[in-house]
């Protein structure tokens, strides 16, 4: 072969593999990438703008709103409709002009050019509020803008929607509050997406608008309360957008440079979302919150919370002092928040459930049922008080007092009724009645876990027995650490709804209720789930004979009755009533006693139950009482008299969820302790 042909062959073989290749190349291209690329040009040659959603509303009970949405009107700067960099003197005088506008406020020429500089760096085309002190515009400077709107590239006035709490203070524990979504909440949830619409359908992947996010740098995010705990429906995966709504969508064709050509389509206005129904009744809301704010004054502060004992809703859950929730959405001024934060009255705290403290005597409630259960005490077992008792031998026994010398001897329906101190000493001391048994009793009672209300920062409380100490302080366990027990003292810890469980638990025959802050939830129709009603849910029982348990609810009810009752203030009510007082130390000598008072009612049918503490409030039956008595016969007006024509509670039943969606609209070697207790 000449070297001619060889070359000739060569070239040919090489323009053969060439083509070849080519072929293939062009196969991929147009036959098998073909939609990642077309994906990728209509994605260059349009944007998709989003709108801001409004939230899902907050009811009370009976319908009235206690979280909507109002419209903020601010300055939005739209990068992209800008005078270029390169035209300084026009983009200077929108800067004069608005700093004009907004002089008023404090603000600089700087300040807008720096806010619109920061604007062009995050976005190029997306609108984007000037800053906060651009926001919640009053008509006049609305109108101000507007007038001027055609020499104003680039800067138009806005419609987004903030936060309000119409009722300020109240309930604002439970409510929580909802403010602009965090730096790292973005960053976790940034790419949630909503749910297709048509379920088990997915977005077709080349369209702009199938990329559905849930939250963008501008939305609204529950940071405490009701507004965090229901923000997501965390059980399903991946979560639910629930009090959060879908935004709205718009699609423009863009040219190179990113600047808009013309709207293609409207894809969807913003849609609001879920509605939550809350157990609470905002008149009792109102009776709680002005009793328990009558009564702590200045100086002290305290929690009240009305519980039906039939399915766990609470109709009113009060702490104070509180913080009116509209602040945090406007932004507390420094200062401000600086007074707050070193209130030593904690007002950031919500005291009914992320507060710990030694119950004192409604404790007696439990210890009573866990003597008559473990040891030989019967109803009609006595105890004679002279004011104190003395423990140990020799020449100095410690002596543990009694609140009062009730001079003569006293049965268990008495030692409740009057409290007495000596009555459940001896207990303790001539019956046997241990730390360990106290322990499991308080324990069967929900004591020392979380309620499971769903509020975030509840707290579990302390169950202290002998095995604790050991463990947490390294000591042993005396006797009289029991004796300190067993009225509701020593190192036991509760919190005011772990009390209103308890209480409703010896009200309704030892159900241990899961205490229901939501009635339902009105799903939007977007996410085609219609309606969520929740069902009252026992979370366990108390195991004990049912004779026992009716003892100590004949106690309470004789603390109403008994000329020597510690509650006969409740006497009167025109409706029956039991109930048991407490004053719990926890200072020094000298330092007030919290003044607790848990009750229910009817005593022969229960409906309610009602849970109050006063900080340093003294004896429970003169600063907690009281305001038990304006809470509770106020909900006996309003429900059982009629004053509210309500809608049937689901009750709890036995295999049944929770939700229910609708689609239709102790030691027996214990010894003395080294430390005597007082009354």
């Given amino acids: 072969m000449s070297g001619f042909d060889f070359r000739l062959k060569t070239m040919g073989l090489f323009v053969g593999v060439l083509l070849i290749t080519l072929t293939g190349r062009l196969w991929m291209l147009q036959l098998t990438q073909w939609v990642d690329f077309r994906e990728k040009a209509l994605q260059n040659r349009t944007t998709v703008v989003t709108t801001p959603a409004p939230r899902g509303l907050i009811y009370d009970r009976n319908g009235v709103v206690l979280a909507e949405n109002r419209p903020n009107w601010t300055v939005i700067i739209t990068p992209a409709e800008l005078p270029p960099p390169s035209d300084q003197e026009e983009r200077d005088r929108i800067v004069t002009f608005l700093a004009s506008v907004l002089r008023d406020r404090d603000v600089s020429t700087a300040d807008v050019r720096e806010a619109i500089d920061e604007v062009c760096e995050a976005s190029h085309f997306t ?30 006035v806005g419609q987004q929607f903030r936060r309000y709490y119409p009722y300020g203070r109240l309930a604002s524990h439970l409510l929580g509050y909802a403010r602009a979504i965090s730096e790292d909440e ?55 957008p629930l009090l959060q709504g879908r935004r709205g969508m718009r699609v423009w064709e863009v040219d190179k440079f990113n ?46 919370i009305l519980m039906d004992v039939n399915t766990g809703e609470v109709l009113a859950l009060a702490s104070e002092p509180s913080v009116d929730p509209n602040l945090w959405v406007q932004g507390m001024p420094n200062d401000q928040y600086a007074n707050l934060a070193a209130d030593k009255r904690l007002p950031f705290v ?17 210890t009573s049922l866990a003597a008559l259960e473990t040891t030989e005490a019967t109803p009609q077992t006595s105890a004679e008080c002279r004011g104190f008792i003395s423990v140990g031998s020799g020449s100095r026994p410690w002596v543990y007092k009694c609140w009062k010398n009730h001079g003569g001897y006293l049965d268990m329906y008495e030692g409740l009724a009057q409290s007495c101190d000596v009555y459940f000493y001896e207990l303790v ?4 009645l241990t730390s360990t048994t106290i322990a499991a009793f308080a324990r069967m009672f929900g004591i020392g876990s979380p309620t499971g209300c769903g509020l975030p920062g509840e707290l579990a409380g302390r169950v202290p027995d ?4 050991a463990d947490e302080l390294d000591e042993d366990w005396y006797l009289g650490d029991s004796l300190q027990y067993v009225m509701g003292q020593s190192y036991l810890l509760v919190t005011p709804m772990q009390m209103a469980v308890m209480t409703a638990a010896v009200a309704n025959g030892g159900k241990i209720m899961a205490p229901q802050l939501v009635r339902k939830i009105q799903w939007p129709g977007y996410l085609e789930r219609g309606t969520t009603l929740f069902r009252g849910e026992v979370v366990s029982e108390v195991q004990c004979d049912p004779e026992n348990l009716k003892t100590v609810q004949e106690g309470a009810r004789h603390a109403v009755t008994s000329r020597n009752g510690t509650a006969r203030g409740l006497a009167n009510l025109g409706f029956s009533v039991a109930g048991k007082t407490g004053s719990a130390q926890f200072g020094p000598p000298g330092t007030e006693t919290h003044a607790w008072f848990v009750c229910w009612a009817p005593y022969e049918n229960p409906r309610f139950a009602c849970t109050v503490l006063v900080t340093e409030g003294g004896g429970g039956s003169e600063a907690a009482a009281p305001i038990a008595r304006e809470i509770i016969s106020a909900a006996m007006a309003r429900y059982e008299n009629g004053q509210v024509s309500e809608i049937q509670s689901l009750l709890p039943e036995e295999g ?24």
């Avoid at 509020?129 to 138009?156: K, T, Y």
């Avoid at 009776?287 to 200045?298: C, M, P, Q, V, W």
């Avoid at 001391?429 to 046997?432: D, I, T």
């Fill in 350 to 366: 919500n005291k009914a459930i992320a507060g710990t403290y030694p119950p004192g005597s409604i404790f007696k409630l439990v």
């Fill in 186 to 240: 973005y960053k976790q949830w940034k790419n949630l997406q909503f749910p297709a619409e048509d379920e088990g359908q997915t977005p077709c992947p080349t369209e702009p608008w199938s990329n559905d996010p849930v939250y963008k740098g501008d939305s609204v995010f529950g940071k405490d309360g009701i507004e965090a705990a229901y923000e997501l429906d965390t059980s399903t995966d991946p979560p639910t």
């Fill in 656 to 679: 049944a969820p929770a939700q229910v969606p609708e689609t239709a609209s102790g030691d027996a070697d214990e010894t003395p302790s080294n430390e005597p207790i007082g009354d």
């Fill in 466 to 469: 002998p095995e604790w100490k």
């Fill in 259 to 304: 600047r808009p050509i013309r709207l293609i389509r409207e894809e969807r206005e913003a849609q609001q979302g879920a509605g939550v129904y809350l157990t609470i009744d905002v008149e009792l809301q109102k009776i709680a919150e002005d009793a328990l704010n009558k009564a702590i004054g200045t100086k002290r502060t305290g929690a009240a």
């Fill in 429 to 432: 001391r001539r019956h046997g």
């Fill in 127 to 156: 609108p984007t509020s000037l800053g906060r002190f651009a926001e919640d515009l009053p008509f006049d400077l609305v109108a101000q803008i507007q007038e001027r709107r055609s020499e104003l590239p680039g800067v138009s």
